[in-house]
């Protein structure tokens, strides 16, 4: 078996277990802006649970960055937040927030039979790339290949 990820992270020791454990916690991660208090954050991985080598970090954002604009495309994210702009950022405002975001990723689930963190997976390199979309291969091999 091909292990991608000793490709894209050569000296992290423990990577495949560290990226399994942040890829385990796939969710939507709906966050209040440390510095202005009126936007929030939309995240699919915890980033203040994870750890990743000083080394890798910006290989490893832009890696998560790919899957997470191809991610956010696909359960039309953009309209779910436009439903949000005008509403207070508030703990219920948030949980709804996060909820409808929950409930688009099944639905896109349910109809493509695709597990979104499987494609995380495939997409740090700790799985092989079985069910990954061919648009999110092809950014992936332009970032690895530049």
């Known amino acids: 078996m091909h292990e991608v990820y000793k490709i894209y992270f050569p000296n992290w020791n423990n990577a495949k277990l560290a990226i399994n454990n942040i890829v385990e916690k796939f969710d939507a991660y709906v966050i209040t802006n440390k510095k202005d208090k009126n936007i929030v954050n939309i995240s ?4 203040d649970e994870c750890r990743i080598p000083p080394e890798y970090d910006e290989l490893f954002m832009e890696i ?4 997470s604009q191809w991610l956010r495309k696909k359960i039309n994210l953009k309209s779910i937040v436009n439903g949000f702009v005008d509403r207070p950022n508030t703990e219920q405002t948030r949980h709804e927030l ?3 975001i929950k409930k ?6 349910n109809e493509t039979g695709v597990e979104s963190k499987r494609i995380l997976a495939e997409a740090l390199g700790i799985e092989i790339q079985i069910m990954m979309p061919m648009e999110l291969r092809i950014e992936l091999n332009a970032l690895i290949n530049a």
């Open 44 to 47: 699919f991985i915890p980033f």
């Open 64 to 67: 998560y960055s790919i899957f």
């Open 98 to 100: 996060r909820s409808r």
């Open 104 to 109: 688009a990723i099944e639905v896109f689930e």
